[in-house]
């Protein structure tokens, strides 16, 4: 696989995980739906690094990714929406390990507020990269 076909894997499998996320935030399972945005999110600075020419390392701390998509680009922007939405950023990654050890429920509005951060996420990650 090229490296631009595993950018544009990586991308379509983002987008069906937050097709997926918003599935499940109307069928009430919100447990499921953090845990999708947070695989969304992670396939998308994932796919945004290899973008930049970088292999991205085996790690699923999307905010390492945006720290590597920093000091790779440089860009401001970045390092703003890591300071901006760290504590929600850290509550994404816990539900990628929550999800498989611990019980966790969540409301819908903790869910929305989580799309949207991602939503914002992707948005300033995708002017910079592309």
Do not use: C, W
């Amino acid at each position: 696989m090229t490296k631009l076909e595993e950018v544009e894997y990586l991308l379509r499998r983002s987008k069906r995980f937050y097709e997926t996320a918003t599935i499940q935030m109307d069928r009430g399972f919100h447990d499921l739906a953090v845990f999708s945005l947070e695989q969304s999110l992670q396939l998308f600075l994932k796919a945004s690094l290899l973008k930049t020419g970088i292999d991205f390392p085996r790690i699923h701390s999307v905010r390492r990714l945006l720290e590597m998509l920093h000091e790779v680009t440089g860009e401001d922007g970045i390092k703003e929406v890591l300071r901006r939405f760290n504590v929600e950023l850290g509550a994404l990654e816990d539900a990628y390990i929550m999800s498989r050890y611990v019980a966790r429920d969540y409301n819908r509005k903790e869910v929305e507020r989580f799309k949207e951060v991602v939503e914002e996420v992707m948005k300033v990650v995708g002017e910079v990269v592309g």
